[in-house]
Structure formats: C-alpha cells, structure tokens
C-alpha cells in the first residue's frame, strides 16, 4: 500500500528499495510497497572535547574546543554520504562522538607536533584555522561540515604547570620592570632636586658674595672662597647621594634576576620529568598502534598472501642456508691461512729474538772486556803513578804480586821432583880456597852476568836492583 510522507523543515527523506538504484533523497515522497523510509536530522550538534596535545618541544597541554557539525546541505552527493554512513546513528550517540573526536584529536595532535609551544601560543588564530581545514577534509569522507570551531586558552595537563610558570614569568618580569623605572624615576627625581637646591644656593652666594665684595674688597676674596668650598662639598654630597640611589637600583634588578633565575631552574627540572613522562607515554601509544597493525594483519591477510609469504621464507631459509655454508668454508680457509702466517710471523719473531740475544751478549761483553781493560789502565796507571814512573819496579812488583817467581820455583821444583840426586863435595883443605867446597858455588854466581846479560838482550828484561846491575859490553 502506497503512502506519502512529508519531511520537517530540518530533516530529509531516506528512501530505500523497489526502482531505486542506490537511495533517494527527498523532502517529500509517495512510498511504494517494496520500498523503505526514514528519516533523518540536518540539524548540527556541538561536541566538546579537551584535547591532549603535544608540541614540537613534547610540551604536553591541554586544547579545550567546540566544534559545531552537522551534515552538508550545499552538497547533495556529500548528504548521500551521510544518509549512507552516519545517518542511521544518532547524532550524539556515542559511536558518532568517537568518531568526530578521533579525527579531530588526531589531525590536532599531527599539527600541533610540528609547532613550538610559543607559535601554539602567540598564533592561536592561524592554529585555529589550521586545525579547522585540516579537520574538514577528514569530515568530507562522511559527509559532515564544521559550521563552527571555538578553540578555548590553552591549558596545562595534570602535573604540568608551564602555563602558569609562563604567567609568572610574565607578571614577575612586569614587576621588575616597573621597580626598575620606579627606582629611575626616584634617583632622577632626587638627582634633580639636589641639583635645584645646589643651583640656588649657588646662586645665592653668588649674589652674596658680589654685595660683600662691593662693600668690602678685601673681605669679599676670602667669602668668595668660602662660598666655593662649601659649593664642591654640597656637589659632591649630591653625587655620592645619586651613586647610593644608583647601586640601590642595580642591587634590586639584580636580586629580580636572581629570582628569575631560580624559578626558571625548578621549571625546567619540572619539565625535563614532564617530558621523561611523554616520552614513556608516547612509546605506549606507539605498542598499542604496532599490536593493533598486527592484529588487523593478521585478521585480514587471505590465504595466498600467508603461503606466498611461507614459499618466501622458505628459499630464503634455502639461499641463507647455501650462504652460511659458503661463509664457514671461506672462515675455514681465512682461518687456516691465518694459522700459517701467524706460525710464521712466530717462526720469524723467535729467530729475530735469539739473534738479538747473541748481539746484546757480545756486546755486554765487549762492553765488559773494555771496562776491564779501561779498569786495568786505570790500575797500572796508579801503580806507576806511585813508584814514581819506575818501569822497572812496576814490572818487579806485577812479577810478585801475580806469584810469577813462586811459580817459577814450583816448576823447576817439579822438574827435578823424584831424582835424588847425590852430590857430594870433596875438598882437599887449601887454605887459599881454590879448589875448595865453595868453587861450584862461585862458578854459579860467576855464570849469573852472562845469563842475566842473555834474558836483557833476548827480553828486554832487567834483573832486580837487589841483584845488581848489568854493565854494558857493547
């Protein structure tokens, strides 16, 4: 059965069903059996929201906005997405709020991540219309327009007080300035006065000093330099009082300072904490994106997708194989030669190290044999100092003190050791000695000239002065 229906002055028609392609939208219609009608709203809704945000320096705040959206009217093939998407839902449902709260958190989020917190600040209005354009070209998939956006003062989050640290700094720094003008302002002020009242007591003595002068030359000198003096002493009590007036100043712009200073420590080390806190949030948000990217992979990857993905891994599983082989043989080999040169390197080293050995023996004992023989000359060299440059005694003196002489006797000792010889001397009594016992020993000292005479001529050698000397027979 056929009816007619009539749309509100803010609703449209939704007609679905028997001879129509895909919908038909209408103010009014005739509803044939086999086809379906609703209604829905053209009217917009406000959603509020406070969004979390975070700017380029990841100082998180707080952008409290009312956006005001609805359907686009202007546009029919936009409000056939919308009957098509949204319109089954109620415009303040919570699917709806979601939906328009998520795109608009996320497009503020993305821009307010490239801007410093000052241009956020300073530019609210460009970063109003920002967020607003790039918000509607989300909301023209569904077919919603923003007919309104209030963007509120940006606020701090929970625990973040950069805001309110950025008031204080503002008013600290007004304060400031004003006692600094206001201690300029007094040290001229009173600069000008001392300078008011010395010019008139100037001026005043001047004046006096001119009558006494008139009246009485020779006084008038000595008041005149009187009236100077006393001049110099109120100048210079007006300097030292503008110098005070002066360090006063300095000392209170530098205490302000102090206290700036200190405030914009604790604020710091407050934010540094503040942006540990964002850092470990952002990587929680980041863990819950990569789950929920593996979660719909894995929900919606087809079965070819999975046995392409198998066939894949596993050439790659043959091809890593064949290269991990070919890899431990080259090690093998690079190992091997490795072996060998460092055998050799070994080889070479210990070859170098023994004859470095035999060189630092000889030389240690070259260097021996020099300081014996330079101790030896140092020796002789003393000893003949002391027998007065007498060679001779020199010589006499090694001879008995190296035992030459013992030794010399041990060897003739041992020459005739075990002969036992049997000498007898006979004498027959003559008185003068001829012939006598003690012949044979004169005959011996008799044969010492010319044997002496022989070792000098054959050695060079003379014999001891306790012996006696050699004349010369040449």
């Known amino acids: 059965m056929a009816f007619f229906r009539v749309a509100g002055a803010s609703e449209y028609l939704a007609i679905t069903g028997f001879r129509i392609r895909d919908i038909k939208l209408a103010k009014k219609a005739w509803i044939l059996p086999g086809q379906s009608c609703s209604r829905f709203d053209m009217s917009p809704v406000n959603y509020t929201f406070e969004v979390q945000a975070m700017s380029s320096e990841k100082l998180p705040f707080i952008l409290p906005a009312v956006f005001t959206i609805g359907p686009r009217t202007d546009d029919m093939e936009a409000l056939l997405k919308y009957a098509k998407l949204m319109a089954s839902h109620d415009k303040l449902s919570n699917h709806v709020k979601e939906l328009v709260q998520g795109v608009i958190e996320g497009e503020t989020r993305v821009l307010a991540a490239s801007m410093t917190m000052e241009e956020i600040f300073k530019g609210t209005k460009e970063f109003k219309q920002a967020v607003f354009e790039n918000v509607q070209l989300e909301m023209n998939q569904f077919g919603l327009l923003i007919y309104n956006a209030n963007v509120k003062q940006l606020v701090d989050v929970r625990g973040s007080e950069y805001f309110s640290y950025l008031g204080q700094k503002t008013q600290q720094e007004a304060a400031n300035q004003a006692k600094v ?42 008041m005149k330099q009187e009236v100077k003096v006393t001049t110099e002493v109120k100048i ?35 934010k540094a904490v503040a942006l540990r806190d964002a850092e470990l949030q952002m990587e929680v948000e980041k863990k819950n994106a990569m789950r929920q990217t593996e979660k719909l992979k894995a929900e919606f990857l087809s079965k070819a997708m999975v046995e392409y993905e198998m066939k894949v891994q596993e050439a790659n599983a043959v091809l890593y194989k064949r290269q991990k082989d070919a890899e431990a043989m080259l090690y093998e080999q690079e190992r091997a030669a490795e072996g060998r040169r460092a055998a050799a390197e070994a080889e070479y080293f210990a070859r170098q190290k023994e004859a470095e050995a035999q060189l630092y023996a000889k030389q240690k004992e070259s260097e021996g044999l020099m300081a014996l023989a330079k101790a030896q000359n140092n020796y002789l060299a003393s000893l003949l100092q002391a027998l007065g440059g007498d060679y001779n005694a020199l010589r006499d003196y090694l001879m008995i003190n190296g035992g030459m002489y013992q030794e010399i006797a041990k060897i003739n000792a041992d020459g005739v050791k075990g002969l036992q010889p049997k000498i007898s001397v006979w004498t027959n009594g003559s008185e003068n000695g001829e012939g006598g016992a003690m012949k044979e020993v004169a005959g011996v000292y008799r044969m010492l000239p010319p044997l002496l005479q022989t070792v000098q001529d054959q050695t060079g050698m003379q014999p001891p002065a306790w012996m006696g000397s050699l004349t010369s027979t040449k």
């Not at 006494?212 to 000198?221: A, C, P, S, T």
């Not at 005070?244 to 209170?252: G, I, K, P």
């Open 181 to 222: 003008d206001v201690a300029e302002a007094r040290m001229k002020g009173e600069i000008g006065a001392k300078q008011r009242d010395g010019s008139t007591k100037q001026n005043a003595a001047k004046v006096d000093a001119e009558t006494k002068i008139f009246e009485k030359q020779r006084m008038g000198d000595a």
């Open 236 to 270: 210079y009590e007006n300097q030292r009082e503008a110098e005070v007036a002066q360090a006063n100043s300095e000392l209170a712009m530098k205490k302000a300072s102090w206290e700036r200073q200190a405030k914009v420590s604790q604020v710091e080390a407050n």
